[in-house]
């Protein structure tokens, strides 16, 4: 299983970037894909689900209306589209993915449940 993120960047609050999470070494329908963020001293949290086999998405509170995951499932990958961001979403963004028995259609998708990491993309909103 590899996973490899990319589209991470700097940016002014309020503006956009598109994260992409390419996926290979697994079927690609038979699992969730999650992403995650991590900001300096804080723990790791779940920032969006997609289980596209299930055509099923889920997104924290935070990131509601802001953000939007998606899937190609040609190309194995998935995106996430973050609109209007504000300088807390600054952290360090990870793909992860599970088998989808494990988080049936991406409810609580916490991190632990998640067995393969891709290596992290730094987003930094500033003011």
């Known amino acids: 299983v590899q996973l490899v993120e990319s589209g991470g960047g700097l940016v002014q609050a309020g503006g956009s970037l598109r994260l992409s999470c390419a996926a290979s070494?697994?079927?690609?329908?038979?699992?969730?894909i999650g992403w995650f963020r991590q900001a300096p001293g804080k723990k790791r949290e779940g920032v969006s689900c997609i289980s596209p086999g299930e055509d099923s998405t889920n997104y924290a509170d935070s990131v509601k209306g802001r953000f939007t995951i998606s899937s190609d499932n040609a190309k194995n990958t998935v995106y996430l589209q973050m609109d209007s961001l504000k300088p807390e979403d600054t952290a360090i963004y990870y793909c992860?993915?599970?088998?989808?028995?494990?988080?049936?259609?991406?409810?609580?998708?916490?991190?632990?449940?998640?067995?393969?990491w891709g290596q992290g993309t730094q987003v930094t909103v500033s003011s």
């Open positions: 992860a993915a599970v088998h989808s028995i494990v988080v049936p259609n991406c409810v609580a998708p916490r991190p632990g449940y998640f067995q393969n």
């Open positions: 070494g697994f079927s690609f329908n038979d699992y969730a």
